[in-house]
């Protein structure tokens, strides 16, 4: 990567040629936001308290002590984040951010530093220090990137996340994540977004009328089917806003002919206890666990969203069972195996701007998936071109950790969170711009719009929707008998009865 | 002045050789041991080794990151790393005396390697110093350890430059000779107990950040009881 730390001026200059009127700096953001009405007094010892109860049941105490052990301070870690390199500020410097907590570890954690501690009088935790780590760790969009370039393997990514579990068990964490946590884990409809079921079941019919009426095909959206191959979570926002995907997901279905389905008690895959706060992970996570358990699915699948994948990857064995959990699959994984199989048609002719890729940071960063939907777009997009940075180096979209969340900082995301990227998109010339994760499609639009950028966003399965061309066969079969039974979209396939 | 650097070099350098060996042992240890432990309680016990060993190798040897942004920092350190580990191991007027120490040897740099290995050592410890003071970034991360090991590293670098190189009186070349083996007897016993520990700890360093994502199963009720005993 090419870029380099930004000086005073530059990023005044920076900062300067944006084009919106209220622009915020980094310095005069009003972080108040997320900060809960306390007793400022009592917040050290609170903080403490919870820091203490954390570590004495996870595993974080291992961390911290290595990380305390090694780390260099060699700064090399400044040019891989996007933050730092919009703002040129040193407190940006992922060590520096990371700092805020080991000092605090140290000191009130390790014998040694509460020997120094106590000779040299300093290192004392205060509210100031718990304001800047509230400010510092809701800064960065723990995208990781720069632990790969730590050369003693610092994860600053996860020094943010146990910083804002902390954080958040003192009362610290921004309101919107908490509104959207409650609806999911105390509302009636178990989700985010408090959709009602039979709104759900409206939408699902609407997009089956959809697809009908453009594609000639009577796909289905399998709602509570038991014993499917597949439950499938998408974020919930998808069910509003992302109608072009779901399409997609169910075309790729129609034409694979495998069982799967929607459950209607939990149906939602965001987990933003990602983002916040581990307990808050466990139990949703648990709950999409029991929801394909209801349902005896084979297989948790999930929709276009980097952490709601990310989070059911790796937590769902953690928190459901380990080596006995449900195997998890994100739906590109899926979608390329049946590409591979040779059981999608996808039209060349379709797709004719110049399409780029977005590797959403949950999905990239540990090279989970990043050739899978290369390959398939490059079949059948023409003018298929690539960002650089990509894979698992991508630069994140700038909304990353939940900060898409969070419209009140909608400036900061547009001026400082996703400079880098859109600096990389207008480079690349993309028209089509493929974000296949629901938290950076509605951060890349917004960037879109703000910054002027001269393409569109759109998700993954929009295109594999647009592009993918049902045989003879399957609208013959649908003229003489409108229901789909996906089994039979695949001569010579067997249909299991299932799916129906 | 002889027989204190006999001292330094005998007695005191096996000291501090075994305070390091000790030191670096105990961290090696209670890090391992703590992996482990977490390891036990972790609810997925699936490790990505693969990503493991290949993320440790690209660090292990940093080909690809020779010339990396910040490019010269990049290249400087890397080369810097390069003189520290070879030139103390295998100088062939240092193989005399791990030979005297610990009973065993090993071929020896070529005196030309080792003389221009030691050069850049010292350039490359001249320009990181030159770059944690001016370079904003690295400047404003500095602690006082981190200026204070590249001015105690390039002691021996400096002085053991001089003594094999130059053409300087006995007198001097003694009082070089014992700063030469006492700040090497300093660093080493300093090793153990500063960031410094890196060389032994960093290569699992991947390890770690793996398992840091491992939690244990079903912590919430815990945390919870913990913070509110009487929930
Ligand atoms: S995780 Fe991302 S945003 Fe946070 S400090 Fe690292 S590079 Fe910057």
């Given at each position: 990567?090419k870029?380099?730390?930004?000086?005073?001026?530059?990023?005044?200059?920076?900062?300067?040629?944006?084009?919106?009127?209220?622009?915020?700096?980094?310095?005069?953001?009003?972080?108040?936001?997320?900060?809960?009405?306390l007793?400022v007094?009592d917040?050290?010892?609170?903080?403490?308290?919870?820091?203490?109860?954390?570590l004495?049941h996870?595993?974080?105490?291992?961390?911290?002590d290595h990380f305390?052990r090694?780390?260099a301070?060699?700064?090399?870690?400044?040019?891989?984040c996007?933050?730092?390199q919009?703002t040129?500020?040193?407190k940006d410097?992922?060590?520096?951010r990371?700092?805020?907590?080991?000092?605090?570890?140290?000191?009130?954690?390790?014998?040694g530093?509460?020997?120094?501690?106590?000779?040299?009088g300093?290192?004392?935790?205060?509210?100031?220090?718990?304001?800047?780590?509230?400010?510092?760790?809701?800064?960065?969009?723990?995208?990781r990137?720069?632990?790969?370039?730590?050369?003693?393997?610092?994860?600053?990514?996860?020094?943010?996340?146990?910083?804002r579990?902390?954080?958040?068990?003192?009362?610290?964490?921004?309101r919107?994540l908490?509104?959207?946590?409650?609806?999911?884990?105390?509302?009636?409809?178990?989700?985010?977004?408090?959709?009602?079921?039979?709104?759900?079941?409206d939408?699902?019919?609407?997009?089956?009328?959809?697809?009908?009426?453009e594609?000639?095909?009577?796909?289905?959206?399998?709602?509570?089917?038991?014993?499917?191959?597949?439950?499938?979570?998408?974020?919930?926002?998808d069910?509003l806003?992302?109608?072009?995907?779901?399409?997609?997901?169910?075309?790729?279905?129609?034409?694979?002919?495998?069982?799967?389905?929607?459950?209607?008690?939990?149906?939602?895959?965001?987990?933003y206890?990602?983002?916040?706060?581990?307990?808050?992970?466990?139990?949703?996570?648990?709950?999409?666990?029991?929801?394909?358990?209801?349902?005896?699915?084979?297989?948790?699948l999930?929709?276009?969203?980097?952490?709601?994948s990310?989070?059911?990857?790796?937590?769902?064995?953690?928190?459901?069972?380990?080596?006995?959990?449900l195997?998890?699959?994100?739906?590109?994984?899926?979608?390329?195996k049946?590409w591979?199989?040779g059981?999608?048609?996808?039209?060349?002719?379709?797709?004719?701007?110049?399409v780029?890729?977005?590797?959403?940071?949950?999905?990239?960063?540990?090279?989970?998936?990043v050739?899978?939907?290369?390959e398939?777009?490059?079949?059948?997009?023409?003018?298929?071109?690539?960002?650089?940075?990509k894979?698992?180096d991508?630069?994140?979209?700038?909304?990353?950790?939940?900060?898409?969340s969070?419209?009140?900082?909608?400036?900061?995301?547009?001026?400082?969170?996703?400079?880098?990227?859109?600096e990389?998109?207008?480079?690349?010339?993309?028209?089509?711009?493929?974000?296949?994760?629901?938290?950076?499609?509605?951060?890349?639009?917004e960037?879109?719009?703000?910054?002027?950028?001269?393409?569109?966003?759109?998700?993954?399965h929009?295109?594999i929707?647009?592009?993918?061309?049902?045989?003879?066969?399957?609208?013959?079969?649908?003229?003489?008998?409108?229901?789909?039974?996906p089994?039979?979209?695949?001569?010579?396939?067997?249909?299991?009865?299932?799916?129906? | 002045?002889e027989?204190?650097?006999?001292?330094?070099?005998?007695?005191?350098?096996?000291?501090?050789?075994m305070?390091?060996?000790l030191?670096?042992?105990r961290?090696?240890?209670?890090d391992?041991?703590?992996?482990?432990?977490a390891?036990r309680?972790?609810?997925d016990?699936?490790?990505?080794?693969?990503l493991?060993v290949?993320?440790?190798?690209?660090?292990?040897?940093?080909?690809?990151?020779?010339?990396?942004?910040?490019?010269?920092?990049?290249?400087?350190?890397?080369?810097?790393?390069?003189?520290?580990?070879?030139v103390?191991v295998?100088?062939?007027?240092?193989?005399?005396?791990?030979k005297s120490?610990?009973?065993?040897?090993?071929?020896?740099?070529?005196?030309?390697?080792?003389?221009?290995l030691?050069?850049?050592?010292?350039v490359?410890?001249?320009?990181?110093l030159?770059?944690?003071?001016?370079?904003?970034?690295?400047?404003?991360?500095?602690r006082?350890?981190?200026y204070f090991?590249?001015?105690?590293?390039?002691?021996?670098f400096?002085?053991?430059?001089?003594?094999?190189?130059?053409k300087?009186g006995?007198?001097?070349y003694?009082?070089?000779?014992?700063?030469?083996?006492?700040?090497?007897?300093?660093?080493f016993?300093?090793?153990p107990?500063?960031?410094?520990?890196?060389c032994?700890?960093?290569?699992?360093?991947?390890?770690?950040?793996?398992?840091?994502?491992?939690?244990?199963?079903?912590?919430?009720?815990?945390?919870?009881e913990?913070?509110n005993?009487?929930?």
């Amino acid at each position: 990567m090419k870029t380099k730390v930004i000086t005073e001026q530059g990023r005044d200059k920076a900062l300067a040629t944006i084009k919106k009127p209220e622009v915020i700096e980094r310095q005069k953001l009003n972080v108040r936001y997320h900060i809960e009405d306390l007793d400022v007094n009592d917040r050290p010892r609170r903080f403490l308290e919870a820091f203490a109860a954390i570590l004495k049941h996870s595993n974080y105490r291992m961390v911290l002590d290595h990380f305390t052990r090694v780390t260099a301070r060699c700064s090399r870690c400044a040019v891989a984040c996007h933050i730092y390199q919009a703002t040129g500020d040193p407190k940006d410097i992922p060590c520096y951010r990371s700092g805020l907590l080991l000092d605090v570890y140290r000191r009130h954690f390790t014998l040694g530093g509460m020997i120094r501690g106590r000779i040299t009088g300093g290192g004392y935790i205060t509210d100031e220090k718990i304001e800047e780590m509230a400010d510092s760790f809701y800064n960065c969009t723990a995208c990781r990137r720069c632990a790969l370039e730590c050369p003693l393997g610092l994860d600053h990514g996860l020094v943010t996340h146990l910083g804002r579990y902390i954080l958040s068990e003192i009362g610290i964490v921004p309101r919107a994540l908490v509104v959207s946590v409650r609806a999911q884990l105390e509302g009636p409809y178990h989700n985010t977004s408090a959709v009602p079921v039979p709104a759900l079941k409206d939408t699902i019919e609407f997009l089956e009328d959809d697809m009908y009426e453009e594609k000639s095909v009577k796909i289905k959206f399998p709602a509570d089917v038991e014993g499917s191959d597949y439950v499938f979570f998408a974020p919930v926002s998808d069910y509003l806003m992302e109608a072009d995907t779901l399409m997609g997901i169910a075309s790729v279905f129609a034409a694979t002919g495998d069982s799967w389905t929607i459950g209607t008690e939990n149906f939602d895959a965001i987990n933003y206890g990602l983002f916040y706060n581990d307990r808050i992970m466990e139990r949703v996570i648990k709950r999409v666990d029991s929801e394909a358990r209801r349902l005896n699915g084979k297989q948790v699948l999930i929709g276009e969203c980097g952490h709601a994948s990310r989070t059911a990857k790796n937590f769902l064995p953690t928190f459901c069972g380990g080596s006995d959990s449900l195997p998890v699959l994100n739906i590109l994984e899926y979608t390329h195996k049946a590409w591979r199989e040779g059981k999608l048609k996808l039209d060349p002719d379709v797709v004719t701007e110049k399409v780029a890729y977005h590797d959403p940071c949950n999905l990239a960063r540990n090279r989970w998936i990043v050739d899978q939907p290369r390959e398939v777009l490059k079949s059948f997009c023409r003018n298929y071109v690539e960002m650089t940075p990509k894979g698992e180096d991508n630069i994140c979209c700038g909304g990353g950790g939940g900060a898409v969340s969070i419209d009140e900082i909608r400036s900061y995301r547009m001026t400082i969170g996703g400079k880098l990227k859109a600096e990389q998109i207008r480079k690349c010339g993309c028209e089509i711009l493929v974000a296949p994760c629901a938290n950076c499609k509605k951060q890349l639009r917004e960037l879109v719009e703000d910054q002027g950028l001269n393409c569109r966003v759109v998700g993954f399965h929009d295109l594999i929707y647009k592009a993918i061309d049902f045989d003879g066969s399957l609208k013959v079969q649908h003229e003489e008998d409108t229901t789909l039974d996906p089994g039979k979209y695949n001569p010579g396939r067997p249909s299991d009865g299932k799916g129906k | 002045m002889e027989s204190l650097l006999h001292f330094a070099r005998g007695p005191l350098f096996r000291l501090c050789f075994m305070i390091m060996l000790l030191g670096l042992a105990r961290i090696l240890f209670l890090d391992l041991w703590e992996a482990y432990r977490a390891y036990r309680k972790a609810g997925d016990k699936k490790m990505p080794w693969r990503l493991i060993v290949r993320r440790g190798l690209e660090w292990a040897f940093p080909m690809k990151r020779i010339w990396r942004n910040p490019q010269l920092y990049s290249f400087v350190s890397i080369l810097f790393h390069i003189g520290l580990i070879l030139v103390p191991v295998f100088l062939f007027a240092h193989i005399d005396l791990w030979k005297s120490a610990i009973g065993i040897s090993w071929p020896a740099l070529p005196f030309r390697w080792a003389l221009w290995l030691t050069i850049s050592t010292i350039v490359c410890a001249a320009v990181l110093l030159i770059e944690r003071l001016s370079v904003k970034a690295i400047h404003s991360l500095s602690r006082g350890q981190d200026y204070f090991w590249l001015i105690l590293l390039l002691f021996p670098f400096v002085t053991g430059f001089v003594c094999a190189n130059l053409k300087i009186g006995a007198g001097l070349y003694q009082f070089l000779m014992l700063v030469h083996v006492l700040s090497g007897d300093v660093i080493f016993l300093l090793i153990p107990f500063t960031k410094m520990a890196h060389c032994v700890l960093a290569p699992f360093s991947q390890i770690i950040d793996a398992l840091a994502w491992k939690f244990p199963p079903a912590t919430d009720q815990d945390i919870l009881e913990t913070l509110n005993p009487n929930h």
